[in-house]
């Protein structure tokens, strides 16, 4: 079974500097996709970047950049030059495979809380 | 572009009453429907998935059920609430053969 592991229930940064959300995976399928979400208070689920097992290169989407280390099984979040508005909790996610035949689902980690400070 | 609704976005139950949460999709069509419920500093935990319409797929066993009458319209249903059913419910769509699931701005739930 897939599971997502993230280790740093909160972490804290200055405005404009960088911060790593760390995340680590656990899969057997051979072939396997990585997302993280943003879920500020108001509750959405923000999708913010994907990396599949595949793929040559990090993914990167603006500020946003996934530092995927495959032989570690880790799929770290780098948010560069953090924002006020990047407070907030950010989830690592997997796709998994549900209970019925066809049934696919993503499977999340339990969540960092990040606060920026100015 | 693609819009994803749900509504109520809070509801405060008692214990034994009825529920419905609906959620809609827009600007796709034969999407694959989700309703994940996140407890409290928790993440997301999959409850119902569906392929199409009448198709269901029930991951847990419990208190609620979910049915899809059109092609992007999915409803979350109990007949009666338990307590344990307090939670942060949120929507979800994708599409076969791609990876990312979006999801709705969320219904906060509170059973007293």
């Known amino acids: 079974a897939q599971k997502i592991t993230q280790t740093q229930p909160g972490m804290f940064v200055q405005e404009k500097e960088a911060v790593t959300l760390d995340c680590t995976y656990d899969t057997s399928d051979p072939s396997y996709g990585l997302f993280w979400y943003k879920q500020p208070s108001s509750g959405e689920m923000i999708f913010l970047i994907y990396q599949g097992s595949y793929d040559q290169q990090n993914a990167t989407e603006g500020r946003y950049s996934l530092n995927f280390q495959k032989a570690r099984k880790s799929a770290n979040l780098v948010i560069s030059a953090s924002q006020l508005g990047d407070s907030a909790m950010y989830f690592c996610?997997?796709?998994?495979?549900?209970?019925?035949?066809?049934?696919?689902?993503?499977?999340f980690g339990t969540g960092t809380r990040l606060q920026v400070f100015p | 572009s693609q819009t994803i609704h749900q509504w109520p976005a809070t509801l405060v139950q008692p214990v034994g009453s009825p529920l419905s949460l609906e959620c809609t999709v827009e600007g796709t069509s034969n999407p694959n429907l989700y309703w994940y419920r996140q407890a409290a500093g928790r993440g997301l935990q999959l409850l119902f998935y569906s392929v199409g319409i009448g198709q269901i797929s029930s991951e847990v066993p419990q208190n609620l059920s979910a049915s899809r009458p059109q092609d992007r319209q999915f409803i979350l249903s109990s007949k009666k609430l338990l307590l344990s059913d307090s939670g942060f419910y949120l929507c979800?769509?994708?599409?076969?053969?791609?990876?990312?699931?979006?999801f709705g701005p969320g219904t906060r739930l509170l059973v007293l």
């Open positions: 979800a769509w994708g599409k076969g053969g791609q990876e990312t699931q979006y």
């Open positions: 996610a997997t796709r998994g495979v549900g209970i019925s035949y066809n049934t696919d689902k993503l499977i």
